[in-house]
């Protein structure tokens, strides 16, 4: 294993440390195809398995991030049995005494397509600054065309890489410690020294503790204290700030801000999320449950049809947090929306949306989902399931839902699909039985 791949993620999918978050994807895609242990009889589950875990982390751009800092641990005893390398900057490949981890975002849309792909990995502060600028302007043209989350993430991914990214100072720390090891066992006694000194204030009580021992033993050793304070090359001038902040709100205009006042109000919870455009499959119906489920004349049904976001049945939504899904139903016909576990299969809530309206739900909790739906006409006398399912179809994929809590914040997320009458979507949903709906 490479220092910087230190459980072998990368190596299962056969990329490098340094990959794109879209090469790794396409990797994981071809792999998956290959693995996967209905593909083929050479196929192996372990061998899916494996490339499956080690995708869900380095396509979480957070996890990767703690995945990739997590590769920088030694100890004071091995720095002085053994030449440890410095950390190199990712992009100019020069040693980083002060590096840092960082995640930068560009927001691409198209109309009501909007993504945000990460930019990471460990820079040096020069290079950082350059990748900050180069991602806010690719987003600054790229990000804005989408509705109605294209102006969203661009404000915040802007912001995000105008104030230098976002990076865990405890990862930042854990770096300039190993750093200063580094220097101990080259013998660059000064700056290792300045390093320490640093790492003395670290969160991490362990890496203080150590760091104030080496401290002291350096200046046993003749380090000079009056050289003992580094410059902070991570200090951004007025004039990169203030670019920033034009980017993100002077050119977009009044429009955007409206909208992004409108988002960011809320006090201490922010949601955030993606904006997919699905097409509805196309309005097939199911023979076998023509026969029996044609409704006959005196078949009795539902009187009081549900409102918008009603849920049907017993759920397993929490009543004080929790994500949100919207779902847009631009179809003529009423759909049933079915949120399940995707591994259990668990029905976690089922609810109703009408025809050409917009239904909401909250208290989702965190947890990988399938989102399924089904249009039909009227509902039955217990107003949960229609008479006649029309079709029925399943998101591809499955959603992840994590809470995110920052010091001051508790985020959580708002999926938003829209269900069109005609396929035009970008994504075409996978149709299923009308069995496979109504499993419980
Ligand atoms: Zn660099």
């Known amino acids: 294993m490479s220092n910087n791949d230190p459980q072998g993620l990368y190596k299962a999918l056969g990329v490098q440390p340094s990959a794109t978050a879209e090469e790794i994807k396409s990797a994981y895609r071809k792999l998956a195809k290959e693995t996967h242990p209905d593909a083929s009889q050479t196929a192996s589950s372990e061998k899916f398995y494996k490339i499956s875990a080690a995708y869900e982390i380095l396509n979480d751009p957070l996890r990767r991030a703690e995945y990739d800092s997590s590769a920088f641990q030694a100890s004071a005893h091995e ?6 390398d410095p950390i190199c900057c990712s992009r100019c490949g020069q040693v980083a005494a002060q590096p840092r981890y960082v995640v930068f975002f560009r927001v691409y849309s198209f109309i009501v397509m909007t993504t945000r792909r990460p930019v990471q990995g460990i820079f040096c502060a020069s290079c950082a600054k350059k990748e ?7 987003t600054l043209f790229a990000g804005w065309w989408g509705a109605p989350w294209g102006p969203i993430y661009s404000i915040g991914s802007i912001l995000n890489n105008g104030f230098g990214g976002k990076h865990e100072r405890s990862a930042d720390e854990g770096m300039v410690w ?3 090891l580094a220097f101990l066992s080259r013998g660059n006694l000064q700056l290792s020294y300045a390093l320490a000194m640093q790492s003395r204030k670290a969160l991490d009580k362990e890496i203080a503790r150590h760091a104030a021992e080496l401290v002291s033993q350096l200046e046993k ?3 000079d204290p009056r050289q003992g304070k580094l410059r902070n090359p991570w200090v951004t001038s007025m004039l990169y700030g203030t670019g920033h902040l ?3 709100f002077a050119l977009p205009g009044a429009l955007a801000l409206g909208i992004f006042a409108n988002t960011q109000g809320s006090g201490a919870s922010a949601s955030y999320g993606g904006s997919r455009l699905y097409s509805s499959p196309p309005s097939k119906q199911y023979q076998s449950s023509v026969q029996n489920a044609i409704p006959k004349p005196n078949v009795p049904t539902c009187t009081d049809v549900p409102y918008n976001g009603q849920l049907l049945g017993p759920n397993r939504l929490s009543s004080t947090a929790g994500h949100s899904l919207e779902i847009r139903n631009g179809s003529s016909g009423n759909a049933i929306i079915k949120v399940r576990a995707e591994l259990s299969g668990a029905v976690v809530a089922a609810f109703f949306v ?3 309206q917009t239904g909401q739900i909250t208290g989702i909790p965190d947890g990988r989902y399938t989102v399924q739906y089904a249009f039909g006409d009227a509902l039955d006398v217990s107003c949960r399931r229609f008479v006649h399912l029309n079709s029925a179809g399943q998101f591809p ?5 994590q809470t995110e809590q920052t010091a001051t914040q508790i985020i959580t997320q708002v999926l938003s699909y829209t269900l069109y009458a005609v396929p035009a979507g970008n994504v075409t949903p996978q149709i299923i039985s009308a069995q496979d709906f109504e499993r419980q």
């Open 132 to 138: 900050g600028l180069k991602s806010s302007v690719i």
């Open 221 to 223: 050793a003749g380090a």
């Open 354 to 356: 009408r025809s050409n």
């Open 397 to 401: 994929g499955a959603e992840t839902l």
């Open 79 to 84: 720095a002085k049995t053994r030449v440890i």
């Open 178 to 180: 190993y750093n200063a």
């Open 246 to 248: 034009l980017m993100a």
